[in-house]
């Protein structure tokens, strides 16, 4: 995620970078892109990827409140049946 947070890229780019399969990257990049985390730009016959900066400050907000509820929750034991 560090090197779509630089610049724009294809996949082709991503596997250069990150020695992923292409296919393993796809499917990555395809539950990013329907979750929101990434935006697409098709260009020719490549598709480019980028962050989507909005989403990823509201997903960084949501993460510290869960930490702050996991640090308080953890002398909180449920008891079982």
């Known amino acids: 995620m560090t090197l779509l947070a630089r610049e724009t890229l294809c996949t082709t780019h991503l ?5 992923a399969k292409q296919t393993n990257l796809s499917n990555h990049l395809r539950v ?5 985390v990434v935006e697409t ?3 020719g016959r490549f598709t480019y990827y980028r962050l ?3 989403v990823i400050a ?3 907000g949501q993460f510290a409140d869960l930490a702050a509820s996991a640090r308080t929750a953890a002398e909180n034991k449920r008891a079982c049946p």
């Open 32 to 36: 990013l892109r329907e979750a929101g």
């Open 52 to 54: 989507r900066p909005d």
């Open 15 to 19: 596997v250069e970078e990150t020695g």
């Open 41 to 43: 730009e098709p260009c």
């Open 58 to 60: 509201q997903l960084a």
